[in-house]
């Protein structure tokens, strides 16, 4: 996928979530997510905080977290910001930095793609709403997601299954299949529950219960 295709949907994705979040009251926005341990604030905050951190914060968030691993860091880091940021400012930030394309130091301009899609998932599931994601965002994300599978903690499933899509020409890995929407399909790579009434095959038995 191109830069400026990969931003845009980056962007439209984004908006969406802020359009979401603008229609949630204080009562959903302290639902817990698909994340363990974050709420709707904390997820939310997350997503709008990527094009906010340069290399002085990466710097800044080490420093706080030495000794500690990779997915420790993120939790901490995501809760210290959440507490510093009322609904009104975490949605002020969208208004700022939703069509920003600066991303975190370290990290690809794919990162802030599979953190709109998928925190949008993270936070719409759980409260009984739907999101459809694009079928080639979702791929572009997929793609990415099947890389970083050891933050994920997905890189033992995903080396003993294969991932089919079944709207859109993408296809990944060896072993008995996973056929399904790519948007499932991302989910499932980047370690959440996916809808399994959307998916089929043999494959489906080696998924974690």
Do not use: K
Request: glycine share 6%; charged share 25%; proline share 5%.
């Amino acid at each position: 996928m191109d830069s400026t295709t990969l931003w845009a949907h980056v962007h439209a994705e984004r908006a969406a979530l802020a359009a979401l979040l603008h229609d949630l009251d204080e009562a959903a926005w302290s639902h817990e997510t698909l994340c363990p341990g974050w709420t709707v604030h904390d997820v939310a905050t997350h997503v709008i905080a990527t094009p906010q951190i340069g290399w002085r914060e990466v710097g800044a968030m080490a420093a706080r977290n030495l000794g500690r691993s990779y997915d420790t860091m993120i939790f901490r880091e995501v809760r210290r910001l959440a507490a510093t940021r009322t609904r009104e400012q975490v949605l002020a930030d969208y208004d700022t930095y939703a069509t920003s394309t600066r991303h975190t130091p370290v990290t690809t301009s794919v990162e802030p793609l599979i953190d709109a899609l998928v925190h949008h998932q993270d936070i719409v599931r759980p409260l009984g709403r739907t999101r459809t994601m694009a079928p080639d965002a979702a791929a572009a994300a997929a793609e990415r997601v099947r890389r970083l599978a050891p933050l994920m903690g997905t890189s033992r499933l995903l080396r003993s299954i294969r991932l089919v899509a079944s709207d859109v020409d993408w296809t990944r890995g060896r072993g008995p299949d996973v056929r399904g929407p790519v948007q499932e399909l991302l989910m499932l790579a980047s370690g959440r529950r996916p809808d399994l009434t959307l998916l089929e095959g043999d494959g489906l038995a080696l998924l974690p219960r």
